[in-house]
């Protein structure tokens, strides 16, 4: 047994935290209004090189207001990956709008753009391009059929805070594009997420629709109907010490990568999740597919043998058409998200983690083999 604990995906969490916090406490500006929130917001799109940032409550909630503001409703259809977080799928459902699944490659683990192709119709108002566990999306290929079928792209960059394609972060794609800073991710808030957008305008709209639309020039005057999506001060605080150690994390996730890398690169039984040749992936987590023929070994089975060495694991998500809102009986389309689904297995890969823990969970994993 490894002497540290291992973590998965553990927010990592410390003494700068703590002291924004308490400044944050000691302003009294504690709740929605006070100046931690916009810090946080400009420090964000400076960052990413964006000119505006609306933080919100969650990604889920920025999701789904993203989908509001762009007009998507009843009788529209939004294509989605059918490996993904339920979330991504429910935002579609809360603006009453039908998602539409499609497979996902199976050496990136995200959308295929052919497949996608293959399902837009005359109903078809947007694409939701998931960047699993960091992996960019084929933006170039999902930005053109877009622009053929004029149609909206909405970033679910919720686990691929900044991942290049082609040079450019995720997120700054699409029509808009969404971040979570939910405890498990790059960077937490404790519960939150952030929206960028390509026009200006919308993302004016969004900021308004998200604080009750609410003209405060007139003061308690609201000309629509508004929703109360807003992040804390609070909650902002914790962001602004995580986004002062973006770095410290980033060069952290590379060393394991790295780690991982050399460890599983050789192995036959193992294949870890790839990036397209024009992606700079930082990777949210490392995630792999076993051939589970050869071992003669389920997910399970080796998930519980490496939990009782003290290492942690989670699987891929479940497809969701395996879900009741979501159900569909045939599955043939989807056969490489059920292949990921059944031999995958994400692997430690939390900040908190030392080199040593995560070269023990890969040594133990190979041995186990
Ligand atoms: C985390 C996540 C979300 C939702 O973010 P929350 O902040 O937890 O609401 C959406 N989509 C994907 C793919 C995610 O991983």
Redesign the pocket.
């Known amino acids: 047994m490894h002497t540290d604990k291992i973590h998965l995906d553990s927010p990592d969490v410390g003494e700068l935290e703590k002291k924004y916090l308490i400044r944050c406490i000691d302003s009294t500006y504690v709740s929605t209004h006070g100046p931690f929130v916009s810090e946080f917001e400009e420090n964000f799109s400076e960052i990413l090189g964006c000119q505006n940032a609306v933080s919100v409550q969650?990604?889920?909630?920025g999701?789904h207001i993203a989908l509001h503001e762009l007009g998507v409703g009843p009788g529209d259809e939004v294509i989605v990956p059918v490996l993904?977080?339920v979330?991504?799928v429910n935002a579609v459902k809360y603006v009453g709008a039908t998602p539409i699944f499609v497979d996902v490659d199976l050496l990136t683990w995200n959308m295929n753009p052919d497949k996608v192709r293959d399902r837009i119709s005359p109903k078809t108002k947007a694409i939701i391009p998931?960047h699993?566990y960091g992996s960019p999306c084929n933006m170039t290929e999902l930005a053109a059929i877009a622009q053929q079928y004029e149609l909206y792209i909405l970033e679910?960059a919720?686990?691929s805070l900044f991942s290049k394609f082609n040079g450019r972060f995720t997120g700054t794609f699409g029509d808009f594009g969404v971040f979570?800073?939910?405890g498990n991710?790059l960077i937490t808030t404790g519960?939150?997420?952030m929206i960028i957008g390509t026009a200006p305008l919308r993302l004016e709209h969004v900021k308004f629709l998200v604080n009750q639309a609410r003209d405060e020039k007139k003061g308690y005057y609201h000309s629509e109907i508004g929703y109360n999506l807003r992040m804390t001060n609070l909650e902002a605080s914790l962001g602004l010490a995580q986004i002062e150690r973006f770095e410290e994390f980033l060069s952290k996730k590379r060393i394991f990568r790295d780690i991982y890398v050399e460890h599983l690169e050789n192995i036959d039984e193992i294949q870890l999740q790839q990036d397209y040749d024009k992606s700079e992936t930082e990777w949210w987590f490392n995630s792999i597919l076993i051939d589970t023929d050869r071992t003669g070994k389920n997910i399970p089975e080796i998930q519980s043998e490496l939990f009782k060495k003290g290492i942690p694991t989670r699987r891929i998500f479940m497809p969701i058409i395996e879900f009741p809102p979501y159900f569909e009986k045939n599955k043939d389309r989807y056969s490489y998200a059920y292949r990921i689904y059944e031999r995958g297995l994400n692997l430690p890969s939390s900040t908190l983690n030392s080199e040593s823990c995560i070269k023990y969970s890969v040594q133990e994993l190979v041995k186990l083999l």
């Not at 969650?58 to 909630?61: F, H, R, V």
């Open positions: 969650s990604g889920t909630a999701l993904t977080f979330a991504t998931v699993l679910d919720t686990e979570s800073f939910n991710k519960g939150g997420g």
